[in-house]
């Protein structure tokens, strides 16, 4: 099965990076994500230089701004910086949901049922299916996390932050989008046309997204809205991402909420790596 699943995601990939029109809008939409947010978005933008008719220096606006981000945004050194790990948890969801469309194509051309007819699993048809989204996705999320590096006024990651942090970061990264990356692959063999994938993903990825703290302090919304952001996936993901990112070092809590979060992170890929499948293994067995 492992000798299969390569063969099909190596060939999805081939087919990928030959696709200028796959690849290059994907290369900007990083670029435009970080800067459009990071600068429509950033709420220090909104305070006035005067006040009450009291003008402030320089100086006083500065330690306001950074007075704002660091009780309000987790400590965060500039907003792009509180940012960055939403906007990966963003491209990662809208990658995933509209991944495959690509294996939609596949039934329709009827490249699929040369599959099914051929000596290869159904396991490794489905996990091709999964990896192939998730290399895509996690090859934009190391993209995002350079830019934001090197924008103006970006990322600057916490003291302490090294290897290990990034690594932890990035394994967050992965295990939300392996968890994706297996429900939107079953939904991509199950739906028969594009059109009801495309629906079906809008219909998840903007509350998915808009239900977090990816642009925002969970702590500013309703009470109820809040209480599902704390339950949100996203949520969980950009929580290990950020408090590495903004930190470094982590405390003793913060070191608990990430372990918290990592228990939360596998039991729910392996919950839809399970559902998955059966409903991926489900409907090939059907057709």
């Given at each position: 099965?492992f000798?299969d699943?390569?063969a099909?995601?190596a060939r999805?990939?081939?087919?990928?990076?030959?696709?200028?029109?796959?690849?290059?809008?994907?290369l900007?939409?990083s670029?435009?994500?970080?800067a459009?947010?990071?600068s429509?978005?950033?709420?220090?933008?909104?305070?006035p230089?005067?006040?009450?008719?009291?003008?402030?220096?320089p100086?006083q606006?500065?330690?306001?701004?950074a007075?704002i981000l660091?009780?309000?945004?987790?400590g965060?050194s500039?907003?792009?910086?509180?940012?960055?790990?939403?906007?990966?948890?963003?491209?990662?969801v809208?990658?995933?949901a509209?991944?495959?469309?690509?294996l939609?194509?596949?039934r329709?051309l009827?490249?699929l049922?040369?599959?099914?007819?051929s000596?290869?699993?159904?396991?490794?048809?489905f996990f091709?299916?999964?990896?192939q989204n998730?290399v895509?996705?996690?090859?934009?999320?190391?993209l995002t996390f350079?830019?934001?590096?090197?924008?103006?006024?970006?990322?600057?990651?916490?003291r302490?932050?090294?290897v290990?942090?990034l690594v932890?970061?990035?394994?967050?990264?992965?295990?939300?989008a392996?968890?994706?990356?297996?429900a939107?692959?079953?939904?991509?063999?199950?739906?028969?046309s594009i059109?009801s994938?495309?629906a079906?993903?809008?219909?998840?990825t903007f509350p998915?997204?808009?239900m977090?703290?990816a642009?925002?302090p969970?702590?500013?919304f309703p009470?109820?809205?809040?209480a599902v952001s704390?339950?949100?996936p996203?949520?969980?993901?950009i929580?290990?991402?950020?408090?590495?990112?903004?930190?470094g070092t982590?405390?003793a809590?913060q070191?608990a909420?990430?372990s918290?979060?990592?228990?939360?992170?596998?039991?729910f890929?392996?919950?839809?790596?399970?559902?998955?499948?059966?409903?991926?293994?489900?409907?090939?067995?059907?057709?």
């Open positions: 099965m000798g699943t390569i099909l995601t999805s990939l081939r087919k990928w990076i030959r696709n200028p029109a796959a690849v290059l809008p994907g900007f939409t670029l435009f994500y970080l459009l947010f990071g429509s978005f950033n709420p220090t933008s909104l305070i230089s005067n006040i009450a008719g009291f003008q402030l220096s100086p606006l500065a330690q306001i701004k007075s660091s009780q309000t945004f987790g965060a500039t907003y792009i910086t509180y940012l960055t790990a939403g906007i990966i948890c963003l491209i990662l809208f990658n995933m509209f991944g495959g469309i690509d939609v194509l596949d329709q009827g490249y049922n040369t599959l099914l007819t000596p290869i699993t159904r396991a490794s048809i091709s299916g999964v990896a998730m895509k996705a996690l090859s934009l999320a190391v350079m830019i934001a590096l090197i924008l103006p006024n970006g990322l600057i990651l916490g302490g932050f090294g290990v942090d932890g970061a990035f394994a967050a990264f992965t295990l939300f392996f968890a994706l990356s297996c939107f692959t079953a939904l991509a063999f199950m739906v028969k059109d994938l495309v079906i993903a809008n219909f998840v998915l997204i808009f977090s703290d642009l925002f969970a702590s500013g009470s109820w809205l809040s704390n339950v949100n996203v949520t969980k993901t929580e290990v991402a950020r408090l590495l990112m903004v930190n982590l405390t809590s070191a909420t990430v918290w979060d990592f228990a939360y992170l596998v039991a890929a392996m919950v839809l790596a399970a559902v998955g499948y059966l409903a991926a293994k489900r409907v090939l067995k059907a057709d």
